[in-house]
T-cell receptor, first 113, second 111 residues
């Protein structure tokens, strides 16, 4: 089955710095890669996603890049703000079937004012 | 549009008791899922459903049961609660567009 590794487990940055979270996946058939943000006491919320036919996608201060050859994808947050502090999960989904993602273990991002 | 609604938000159970975690979605999504989240362990799939009347086991189904009689509802039943079931439980749903919508979670403690 699919295996998703996520690094780092904890990331501490100063407000205004950039943050990068990296994930690798094992199954080359995976074709959809969402990122979720989970704030304290809340459920995960989809913030950005990318499909395997696209190399990069941006949405304001966040971007996701995908390298299919190397089987890794990354979340980039620029000009971080304290409200970006949360746990971020990456996931990979195999094409077809029941849309069950394999999640990474999460990255706790702390943005210091 | 409420999205995915989970009840209760918090619950304390004694060992051996039973309870049902409720999950309802109003987005007409076919696919629904139950996850548990333990500290530092990410999300583990318990059960899922691809439509009314169809359910299947996920990664950690032991000690749980589900049913899916309608498109909207996907309750999770715990029989004979054990301390190992202390966790935060999330329900999620999706159409065929891959992205999940999660509920706000149920924090369960078994003592």
């Amino acid at each position: 089955g699919e295996n998703v590794e996520q690094h780092p487990s904890t990331l501490s940055v100063q407000e205004g710095d950039s943050a990068v979270i990296k994930c690798t996946y094992s199954d080359s058939a995976s074709n959809y890669f969402p990122w979720y943000k989970q704030e304290l006491g809340k459920g995960p919320q989809l913030i950005i996603d990318i499909r395997s036919n696209v190399g990069e996608k941006k949405d304001q201060r966040i971007a996701v890049t995908l390298n299919k050859t190397a089987k890794h994808f990354s979340l980039h947050i620029t000009e971080t703000q304290p409200e970006d502090s949360a746990v971020y999960f990456c996931a990979a989904i195999l094409s077809g079937g029941s849309y069950i993602p394999t999640f990474g273990r999460g990255t706790s991002l702390i943005v210091h004012p | 549009n409420a999205g995915v609604t989970q009840t209760p938000k918090f619950r304390i159970l004694k060992i051996g008791q039973s309870m049902t975690l409720q999950c309802t979605q109003d987005m007409n999504h076919n696919y629904m899922y139950w996850y548990r989240q333990d500290p530092g362990m990410g999300l583990k799939l318990i059960y899922y459903s691809v439509g009314a009347g169809i359910t299947d086991k996920g990664e950690v189904p032991n000690g749980y049961n589900v049913s899916r009689s309608t498109t909207e509802d996907f309750p999770l039943r715990l029989e004979l609660a054990a301390p190992s079931q202390t966790s935060v439980y999330f329900c999620a749903s999706t159409s065929d567009s891959y992205g999940y919508t999660f509920g706000s979670g149920t924090r369960l403690t078994v003592v």
